[in-house]
């Protein structure tokens, strides 16, 4: 009997155009060639190479959904079928090309100054130059406009003092999208890597996103020119803006971590024998499976419409909390129900599950928790932002 893969079921393919599939078809091709043997190990040591940059910078997955200065501009929907693809192998990858792409060049791009995106962008789209995105502060993460970071205008320069935490890239970055407090609102500020006042410590021993750095950032008494601050904009919109690029892209990534674990699942079932038969044959399996695929493939289908009002430039922003919320909370109820199917082989990283279900821990988490995308939402249903 003719089998099918989860996404045939809805025929995903006839859904892409020939020119998304064939991005689809490069990236999961460079995945497999030389992210996935590799992926185990930078997991188990902690570690992600900084000279992924470039790799990731010749595939073209550098800020690909921008426009010009080397950037692909490809689709909305393309991008997030390379994050889906990225994400399918580790959560880690996906994160650092988005924060790459969505955060620190899309500020750049869509807030800063003609010679900042000269600058920055031609070099951050080949992977030479690494950027991080710095709004999360120690006490102030679901909450940014609580930050305590604070830019003082002296003369013609800025002096920063304040920290970052939770920054993901942030000891690899040669630049630094810092956001603050000013006396007029919000700013964003360029921070090169040697400006002296700024340092980076990394922070240890996590379980979850593990083949990724995450960062401290220090700023003390920074001083920066005028140049160096994102003109275009003097508010919170700033920051958000960017997160809305990013979550777009975890919206489609979370479902390649989930694609990945039904995957191996699927593969394990069919050869394990329990009482004498395949456990693929037990109906219990089948339920399992049944219910992740229709899970996955609804997530697929809303992230593609989504992706696709995107495109038409017809996306609220609060929509997207509609698609971040379900792919990450789906995928993580996925990954742990495939670790069951595994039994005791499903607890070390031979398989992908576990490895898959503790990085969707923070990327329930970033981005904007599932509780801040409730209420998002409940704010768009109701009127009332009930987030104070
Ligand atoms: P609020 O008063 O509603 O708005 C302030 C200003 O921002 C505008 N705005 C938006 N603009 C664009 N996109 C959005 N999604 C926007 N939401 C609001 C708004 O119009 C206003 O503009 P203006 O010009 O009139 O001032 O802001 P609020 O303080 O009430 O906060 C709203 C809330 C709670 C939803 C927001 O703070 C929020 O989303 N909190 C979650 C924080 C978060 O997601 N942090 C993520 C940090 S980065 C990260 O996690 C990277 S992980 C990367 C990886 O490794 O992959
Ligand atoms: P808190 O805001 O303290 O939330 C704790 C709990 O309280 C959560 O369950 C939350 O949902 C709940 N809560 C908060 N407010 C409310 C409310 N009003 N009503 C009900 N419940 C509420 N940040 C960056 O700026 N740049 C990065 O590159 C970056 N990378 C990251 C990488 C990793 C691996 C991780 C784990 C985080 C990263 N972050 C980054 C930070 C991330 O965005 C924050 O962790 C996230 O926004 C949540 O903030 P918090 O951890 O301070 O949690």
New binding site residues.
């Given amino acids: 009997m003719a089998t099918y893969t989860p996404t045939q079921l809805i025929g995903l393919d006839n859904m892409l155009t020939l020119e998304e599939r064939q991005i689809c078809d490069t990236v999961r091709e460079f995945c497999d060639r030389d992210l996935r043997p590799h992926i185990e190990d930078w997991f188990e040591d902690h570690t992600i190479p900084r000279d992924l940059g470039p790799v990731f910078g010749q595939m073209g997955v550098l800020g690909m959904h921008l426009d010009g200065y080397g950037c692909a501009g490809t689709s909305a929907v393309a991008y997030g079928l390379a994050c889906m693809e990225l994400e399918a192998v580790d959560s880690g990858i996906r994160?650092f090309v988005s924060?790459q792409g969505s955060?620190a060049m899309y500020a750049i791009h869509r807030w800063g100054s003609e010679e900042q995106k000269q600058q920055w962008l031609p070099q951050m789209a080949e992977g030479k130059a690494i950027g991080?995105?710095?709004?999360?502060?120690?006490?102030?993460?679901?909450?940014?406009a609580g930050m305590r970071t604070y830019a003082k205008r002296d003369g013609d320069d800025w002096v920063i003092s304040g920290s970052?935490?939770?920054?993901?890239?942030?000891s690899l970055a040669d630049v630094a999208v810092v956001?603050a407090k000013t006396d007029d609102g919000y700013a964003g500020f360029l921070v090169e890597k040697d400006t002296p006042g700024f340092t980076t410590h990394d922070i240890a021993r996590?379980m979850?996103?593990r083949a990724?750095i995450?960062s401290e950032l220090v700023l003390d008494n920074v001083r920066v020119p005028d140049s160096a601050r994102l003109p275009e904009v003097n508010s919170l919109r700033g920051?958000l803006s960017c997160l809305n690029e990013a979550r777009f892209g975890i919206m489609f990534g979370a479902l390649g971590a989930a694609r990945d674990c039904i995957d191996q699942t699927l593969e394990y079932v069919k050869e394990r024998q329990v009482f004498d038969k395949p456990l693929s044959s037990y109906q219990l399996t089948q339920a399992k499976l049944a219910d992740m695929v229709l899970e996955l493939d609804k997530g697929i289908l809303l992230a593609l419409q989504l992706g696709r009002l995107k495109d038409e430039g017809k996306l609220p922003h609060e929509s997207i909390s509609l698609g971040k919320l379900n792919s990450t909370r789906e995928a993580i109820q996925i990954a742990r129900t495939c670790r069951t199917l595994l039994g005791a082989s499903g607890i070390t990283t031979e398989y992908s599950p576990i490895r898959h279900a503790n990085n969707l821990?923070?990327v329930l988490?970033?981005?904007?928790?599932?509780?801040?995308h409730q209420?998002i939402l409940g704010n768009a249903l109701t009127g009332e932002a009930?987030?104070?």
Avoid: H
Avoid at 132 to 144: A, H, I, K, R
């Fill in positions: 994160s924060v955060l991080c995105f710095g709004l999360t502060e120690p006490d102030f993460g679901s909450n940014p970052k935490m939770w920054i993901t890239n942030g956001w996590k979850s996103l990724s995450t920051p821990e923070s988490t970033y981005e904007g928790t599932a509780e801040m209420l009930a987030f104070r």
